[in-house]
DNA sequence: GTACCTGCAAAACCTTTGCAGCATC
DNA sequence: GATGCTGCAAAGGTTTTGCAGGTAC
């Protein structure tokens, strides 16, 4: 639905500003691309992608990747490559993967989270706030087998 | 209780014989220093611990790690720093940590974990084999609030 | 004796920073 | 106009590989 990307785009472009960055046309098109896709990406694929390959450096994805993390609305994850992956991060949506460890395939899982309960409990217990998790499968891929 | 570390490591040592390694020196005490940590550990953590310091190279280190990842026998995590955490990996136990996203401490969670069960259902539903998991909290610790 | 493991050195790779110029607010 | 963002270049740190020699089996 192209609504839907719509309306995560425009939210999270009035995010970043409410939050104090600038509207740039780096941004948009960074969000825009992380919106789009269905898995999480590197810092490579992004700044090789279609949308941001002529637009601008990498080094300044990578600047505004950390701004963008900084304000909540994308996420980092550390998968077990060597390069760091990124995923936007709408509130309240949670995503587990399931990742093969011989090919390093990633695959977005959708199921009920278990998690979430724990979440609070072990704020609690703790004392740490703001938290979120993050929960990985890693296995053997058929195609690997 | 040293004996329960003990029979870890003889454990430990013979899976990996049996699985096609020598039984070097620095493997005994890798294993050793992972086993007797209660936190996972990088790289250069373990190469410059006292009880690998003078014993072998960091490269050693490096190749050793890869090799008993690769026999199971320990597992590398994919926290947020730039450098890979390894910590022991006893059959069936899980282990899951709270991190801060500020100062990066790590602290092991032992909490029953919920995910367990999941498991089996993603390994059918996604034709995955070997299948485990790797969950963790991220937040705001109480020193950095 | 053979196959694997180790050390040293160096390459490869991703991430991170400095600084001058430019765009957004 | 002030502050933040961008590009280019270069540094920083971890991971990875080559090769000759040593060690476990």
Chains 1, 2 share one sequence.
Not at 30 to 44: C, M, N, R, V
Request: aromatic fraction near 8%; glycine fraction near 6%.
């Amino acid at each position: 639905m192209t609504s839907d990307i719509q309306e995560r785009l425009d939210w999270a472009v009035q995010t970043c500003s409410d939050r104090g960055l600038r509207r740039t046309n780096a941004m948009r098109h960074l969000l825009k691309e992380l919106i789009t896709s269905k898995k999480p990406k590197t810092l490579a694929d992004l700044s090789e992608s279609e949308g941001l390959r002529d637009l601008c450096d990498r080094v300044t994805v990578f600047r505004l990747l950390g701004r963008l993390v900084e304000k909540k609305v994308i996420r980092r994850l550390g998968f077990h490559e060597r390069a760091a992956y990124y995923v936007f991060s709408y509130p309240d949506e949670c995503n587990d993967y399931l990742v093969c460890t011989d090919c390093g395939k990633i695959e977005p899982l959708n199921i009920a989270c278990p998690v979430e309960t724990l979440e609070e409990e072990v704020m609690k217990n703790s004392g740490f706030s703001g938290l979120y998790h993050e929960l990985e499968f890693y296995g053997q891929c058929p195609a690997c087998a």
